[in-house]
């Protein structure tokens, strides 16, 4: 990959990585962390790493990045920080957006992952695996099972509301 | 006459022979849809009928589901087979397989574990993919159907079908409602230009004239703000004075952009422009954070002016009124922190956009800023000022010789500190 394919890659895919992991942290600075990491590791693999593969190289490398952060941090911490998150949400919903946001952070880790993957960036079956390291049936069915899991939670918010 | 479960194999014959209209072919469809449990398949081809005969086996039609071990026996070979090759089964014998599994769990059970000691090396992972991957996908056949038609997974028939059926099943048209709400709709998150113009890399490449211009003077300007940043401010009790420590700044700047581009560079020193400062404005601003967060500078030379409060610093953010050009300052403040800065501005909207695209990015006055704090953060002491240039055109800003605004700060004890600002003209040589 050439400079120039390199800083067009920043051009085309930063905001694409940056909701992702954003979507994935809830926190944008730790998200600006992720992404200046991951094209830190592309540039300095830039010659080894063809432009066409680049924006998987890159979501391969946060989305690496950010499991190797939730292993460091502590697992307790991370359960407080979620039990607070979803309390603080639990009482009022502005929109649909905001349960489906809700929901999607109920979601078991990798079920969230592939299913921001698929809609967001609208990555096949094949490609959400090679990020996230799972065979292609795999990704399906965490991809049905979150589905399912969403739709159980939206539909038994409407019917509180 | 309505289709049932009584009489639905009568319809399944005519309708692969294709002797049904259109409206029972629909609603022989929407039958084979409705009831998963009987196993419909209507895409199945018919035997060849020799021209001798005039009757023909049709008892492979009457799906009651019967066990048929030599139909799992082929699925699950090469459900075993794709899971060594670490492939996958395709979606209709995945499907058909979890039938079975669940019409003849025992049976199912037995044929699995015999053929697995056909395979002379043991079949590690396929109880694994067996319990979670393949076959524990939502039972429910609506749930199922749904989520394939919105994931683009049905055939062209299947899709055609399930919209159909969509459309004259009231529960299943609620389903598909639902589940088309679990599609996350598009986000608008986006970085700040400047963010990902410092992502992007330099090259050696030729740069124009205008761009070397450009790049002195913003070298200039932050070259400026080592001087000022040099003042001790705790020791100040008056207004300040320009301290400059050229001997040192300058070998650093040459330092710092020491490349054959920069080298052709030669720039005027910031005291020479200092003397020419004219327009000076000051503002006194409380040492107290409650009281300085989102002050509104009230200075003639600011148009807009604010000072947010950076927990243990605060940042000035202020766009002048006489030419397009931005200040950041940052005062006892972390490197991490000095980030923090200049995205809080980019997300009030109080910097003027970066001009430079493409490969010229990586040139930006924020970048040299950058280096200039991080440089200055290795020194001795832990202030740093900087200030951010940003103009609409970094070509504009040098043929119209525009003016800069520096900036010096001022301890007034018990009253806070007063911010002088005050215009100069930049000139670089070439």
């Known amino acids: 990959m050439t400079i120039s394919e390199y800083n067009a890659c920043v051009d085309e895919y930063a905001d694409n990585l940056y909701r992702f992991m954003l979507k994935q942290t809830g926190d944008s600075p730790s998200a600006k962390d992720l992404v200046q990491e991951s094209y830190l590791k592309l540039w300095q693999k830039h010659e080894n790493v063809d432009y066409k593969k680049a924006k998987s190289y890159l979501f391969t490398t946060g989305y690496n990045k950010m499991i190797d ?3 460091k941090n502590s697992r307790q911490e ?8 979803s309390h603080m949400h639990s009482e009022q919903y502005s929109d649909l957006s905001e349960i489906l946001e809700e929901a999607l952070n109920k979601l078991p880790e990798i079920q969230k992952t592939v299913i921001i993957l698929r809609d967001y960036e609208g990555y096949s079956y094949d490609e959400i695996g090679e990020i996230t390291n799972l065979k292609a049936s795999q990704v399906k069915v965490y991809i049905y099972r979150g589905r399912l899991k969403l739709k159980e939670y939206l539909v038994s918010v409407e019917h509180v509301l | 006459m309505k289709i049932d479960k009584n009489n639905y194999e009568a319809y399944i014959l005519d309708y692969l022979e294709g002797t049904l209209s259109q409206s029972e072919r629909g609603a022989m469809e929407l039958f084979a849809f409705s009831h998963p449990e009987l196993g419909i398949d209507l895409e199945v081809e018919l035997p060849q009928v020799s021209s001798s005969e005039n009757t023909m086996d049709v008892s492979y ?12 026996s082929h699925l699950m070979i090469a459900f075993l087979e794709a899971n060594i090759d670490g492939a996958e089964l395709n979606f209709s014998s995945q499907h058909r397989l979890s039938q079975w599994e669940k019409a003849f769990s025992a049976n199912y059970g037995v044929l699995l574990a015999s053929l697995k000691k056909t395979y002379i090396q043991p079949l590690s992972g396929v109880d694994e993919s067996l319990r979670t991957g393949l076959f524990v996908l939502p039972e429910d056949h609506a749930d199922f159907k749904t989520i394939a038609y919105l994931e683009g997974d049905l055939s062209a028939r299947e899709h055609a079908v399930y919209e159909r ?9 609620l389903t598909l409602l639902n589940y088309g709400k679990t599609i996350l709709p598009p986000s608008s998150e986006e ?13 050696a490449k030729v740069i124009p004239i205008w761009l070397y211009r450009s790049i002195a003077a913003a070298a200039v300007v932050v070259f400026g703000f080592f001087f000022l940043n040099n003042l001790d401010l705790t020791e100040v009790h008056q207004t300040a004075e320009f301290n400059p420590r050229t001997q040192t700044s300058k070998e650093q700047l040459a330092e710092e952009f020491n490349d054959d581009e920069t080298d052709r560079v030669i720039f005027r020193t910031i005291e020479a422009e200092s003397d020419k400062a004219n327009d000076m404005a000051e503002t006194v601003i409380s040492n107290n954070p409650s009281d300085f967060q989102n002050t509104v500078v009230d200075n003639p030379l600011v148009s807009q002016g604010i000072i947010t409060n950076m927990n243990k610093s ?5 766009t002048t009124n006489t030419i397009p050009v931005s200040i950041v ?10 980030e923090l800065a200049i995205h809080k501005a980019l997300d009030a909207d109080l910097l003027i956009d970066e001009p430079f695209t493409g490969d010229y990015a990586y040139l930006t006055p924020l970048a040299l800023v950058r280096r200039a704090v991080l440089n200055k953060m290795g020194q001795e002491d832990e202030q740093s000022l900087a200030i951010s240039l940003v103009n609409t055109s970094a070509k504009e800003l040098f043929d ?3 003016d800069f605004i520096v900036y010096e700060k001022a301890n007034e004890g018990e009253n806070g500190f007063k911010l002088k600002l005050g215009k100069f003209s930049l000139e670089t040589i070439r």
């Open chain 2, 400 to 402: 119209e010789k525009e």
């Open chain 1, 78 to 85: 991370l359960i407080q920080e979620s039990h607070v998150k």
């Open chain 2, 61 to 72: 039609l009457k799906k009651t589901l019967v066990w048929n071990e030599e139909e799992v």
């Open chain 2, 191 to 203: 970085l700040p230009t400047l963010f990902k113009n410092e992502l992007k890399q330099k090259g």
């Open chain 2, 329 to 338: 300052g940052d005062y006892l403040i972390e490197a991490d922190q000095f």
């Open chain 2, 165 to 173: 059926a969509s459309l004259s099943d009231s529960k299943l048209n």
């Open chain 1, 69 to 71: 952060n939730y292993r």
């Open chain 2, 314 to 318: 605060y940042a000035l953010v202020a």
